[in-house]
């Protein structure tokens, strides 16, 4: 089996990801701003959308919490930070990173959240490395709110006066359209302005995101509500915005609207609540209504979900980064994997469809392993099956053993599908179907059934399990 990655790996922490040459989804960054930098100066706009701003620097921010954040994603992120999760071999927000690398005009990213440095720091300088392009952590000293840390952080954000700022949320999944964002946000306002990406979901859930409604020609936002308590609009917010400097007025304003209403913590400031809500109607808010695939990443299911459509993303744009079969060596492969150049699998075994196997991983004889993820260390016995299930690092399954957890019912061939967030227990005190997590150090011993569980890590389970939460 040929499993060796295109390209050299740069290691952080317990990370190795490939350098892919020519990258997945945009012409080299190298090459894009060369080529700007190369050319008379210019609006970046499409000739579709009538340039109004010259947009020449850009900046971008990636939004990436904090320990307290993503319960949800639990247990996965009491070892590991959530926004360095693996999806598809790389680090989650390593995808946002990677598209942010392909605007033209992009000078910097910057990563703000409340996580200590050591865990965030390596990680962006060699990511940085891998890029090509100055990559920081700025960490919060306490929680201030998707738009709290970008006010707090105002001055190295416009530090070389950068006409446009990008920012993202860590935990979404998509193909990130960020030039297209750019050319709608040159084609209108008057320069004080914030565009927002949005898709299309179906009523019934529209109303778990931001909704927001907009006039057909103008595109301007007219109304927006964050999480309405009934039906507003199909139009969701998917936490990808384009603004100019100028909307840290607004920050600045919702501060001191806290302020002089009191609030215990004035500086924390939020996004959606306190800064599209009021600019919705004033003629300064925009929308580019985006047709491309977007699903967030809150629980487990969704990362198998997401590991789905960025192995696909690789077949169609890098399909040397995938695993094929081998008749000489093996393992067998079926659809989508990708396995670390260091991981030891055996000739018998079968991987996919969306597999995705980390750094020496070691797996039998005879095992079948699909829609799963298999995280750094982890040794798996023969003859074992793994489904719909995350094993988490330096866990082992023994010989004999199957672990599985409930398909993600999501259509991958649907651009506007994502996987909602369902309670963790039905109406009636069971726990709700869902992928089977297995946390970090722990042993399934030899012929253990485990099905839709989530097992915390350091666990040792030498009986069959079914429908539980292990604590």
């Not at 990362?303 to 192995?311: F, G, P, Q």
């Not at 095992?367 to 082992?396: E, Q, Y």
């Amino acid at each position: 089996c040929d499993h060796t990655p295109p390209c050299a790996l740069i290691t952080t922490m317990d990370f190795a990801y490939p350098s892919f040459e020519g990258l997945k989804r945009f012409p080299s960054s190298a090459s894009v701003r060369q080529d700007t930098e190369q050319t008379e100066p210019t609006t970046m706009a499409a000739s579709s959308n009538a340039a109004r701003h010259d947009v020449r620097k850009v900046k971008a921010v990636i939004i990436i919490g904090g320990p307290k954040d993503g319960t949800r994603f639990r247990p996965l992120s009491l070892k590991t930070p959530k926004p360095l999760f693996p999806i598809a071999g790389v680090p989650m927000i390593y995808h946002q990173m990677e598209a942010c690398a392909q605007v033209a005009g992009m000078t910097e990213i910057l990563l703000i959240g409340c996580y200590p440095e050591a865990d965030i720091t390596p990680f962006a300088s060699a990511a940085g490395q891998n890029l090509g392009l100055p990559v920081r952590y700025l960490r919060e000293f306490k929680p201030l709110g998707t738009a709290g840390g970008l006010y707090f952080f105002r001055d190295l954000i416009i530090t070389d006066s950068p006409d446009a700022v990008v920012v993202l949320h860590a935990d979404i999944c998509a193909d990130f359209q960020l030039n297209e964002l750019i050319d709608v946000h040159a084609s209108r306002g008057e320069g004080n302005h914030i565009t927002i990406m949005s898709t299309s979901a179906r009523r019934d859930q529209a109303i778990n995101y931001g909704c927001l409604v907009s006039d057909d020609e103008t595109m301007a936002v007219l109304h927006y509500v964050e999480k309405p308590a009934s039906f507003v609009s199909t139009d969701i917010n998917t936490g990808i915005y384009c603004f100019s400097p100028k909307i840290f007025e607004d920050m600045k304003d919702a501060f001191l609207r806290n302020h002089a209403a009191g609030k215990p913590n004035p500086e924390e400031i939020w996004l959606e609540r306190d800064v599209i809500t009021a600019l919705a109607g004033s003629g300064r808010a925009f929308v580019h209504k985006s047709p491309a695939f977007w699903s967030q990443i809150k629980t487990a299911s969704s990362a198998i979900y997401a590991s789905r459509h960025y192995l696909e993303v690789y077949r169609q744009l890098h399909p040397t980064a995938l695993a094929t079969s081998s008749a000489d060596d093996g393992p067998v492969i079926a659809g989508d994997v990708w396995i670390h150049g260091s991981a030891d699998i055996h000739p018998t075994a079968k991987l996919g469809p969306n597999v995705a196997i980390g750094r020496d991983v070691k797996i039998g004889p005879g095992t079948r392993i699909k829609d799963a993820i298999i995280l750094k260390g982890v040794t798996i016995g023969s003859h074992s099956v793994i489904m719909n299930s995350i094993i988490d690092n330096a866990s082992t399954i023994g010989d004999w053993a199957r672990i599985e957890g409930a398909p993600v019912g999501a259509n991958p061939n649907d651009p506007q599908t994502s996987v909602q967030p369902k309670p963790l227990f039905t109406k009636d005190g069971r726990l709700e179907p869902s992928s089977t997590i297995i946390g970090s150090e722990s042993t399934i011993h030899d012929g253990v059934l485990v099905m839709n569980v989530i097992s915390l890590p350091n666990k040792d389970l030498t009986s069959d399990c079914k429908n539980q939460i292990i604590l």
